[in-house]
């Protein structure tokens, strides 16, 4: 069964450094998706990604970061300078075509952990 | 932000009796409801939909239930199987978006 794919599954970072988390959707989807949880809270949306373009992101989504899909199969989230208070899950997902009714498949997540 | 509300962070359920979790929203905007089952150290695993022109869907064991004017869902499980011990969240999306909104989750222990 096809289904997405995160690397790495652990990331420690230092505050103020540069991180990359790297994900592999499915294979035929074309709407990619970063959400992130912190410990103990809720799942949050960050970002949706279609045709090369943000189509939607939210608040949390602010200039420190940022997503591209480098090529065919990977999709990519950086954040730019990390703090402290970005240490969470991050969760990738994609789905077949745009809505929230479409099923979105999750990865099985990266843990940030900021130093 | 409590847009999804899932306020019981924990429920316990004997194996075979009937498992109801329950989610509250606020937005009237949200035309689409989806419970997701994550266990430890997996992604959130998609369970069960329902639209907002419906007040019913069943899938198997898994029914879920909306209440639109009392804005409320339930998912119900029967029977309870230790299987589906796992943490359940509520999520919720209006067609114009992609986003989903979730709510905190339950946790879900069924006991042998």
């Known amino acids: 069964e096809p289904e997405v794919t995160q690397t790495p599954s652990h990331q420690v970072t230092q505050m103020g450094q540069e991180v990359i988390l790297r994900c592999v959707p499915i294979?035929?989807?074309?709407?990619f998706y970063w959400y992130r949880q912190i410990l103990g809270q809720k799942v949050e949306f960050l970002v949706s990604f279609y045709n090369n373009e943000i189509s939607e992101k939210s608040e949390i989504f602010d200039d420190q970061f940022s997503v591209e899909r480098p090529d065919g199969s990977n999709f990519t989230l950086k954040i730019r300078s990390t703090k402290l208070e970005d240490s969470a899950m991050y969760f990738c997902?994609?789905?077949?075509?745009?809505?929230?009714?479409?099923?979105?498949?999750f990865g099985p997540g990266t843990r940030l952990t900021v130093l | 932000d409590q847009q999804v509300k899932q306020n019981s962070p924990s429920l316990s359920v004997q194996e075979g009796r009937i498992s109801i979790l329950n989610c509250d929203y606020t937005?009237?905007?949200?035309?689409?409801f989806l419970w997701y089952k994550k266990y430890p150290a997996e992604g959130p695993t998609f369970l069960i939909s329902i639209s907002s022109i419906k007040d019913k869907n069943e899938d198997g064991r898994f029914t879920v239930f909306l209440n639109k004017s009392a804005k409320h869902l339930s998912l119900h499980i029967v029977p309870s199987q230790p299987g589906d011990s796992a943490v359940y969240f509520c999520?919720?999306?209006?067609?114009?978006?992609?986003?989903?909104?979730f709510g905190g989750g339950t946790r879900l222990m069924v006991k042998p």
């Open positions: 999520a919720a999306s209006h067609n114009a978006g992609n986003m989903l909104t």
């Open positions: 997902a994609s789905s077949e075509a745009a809505g929230g009714y479409n099923e979105q498949f």
């Open positions: 937005n009237s905007m949200f035309d689409y």
């Open positions: 294979s035929n989807h074309l709407y």
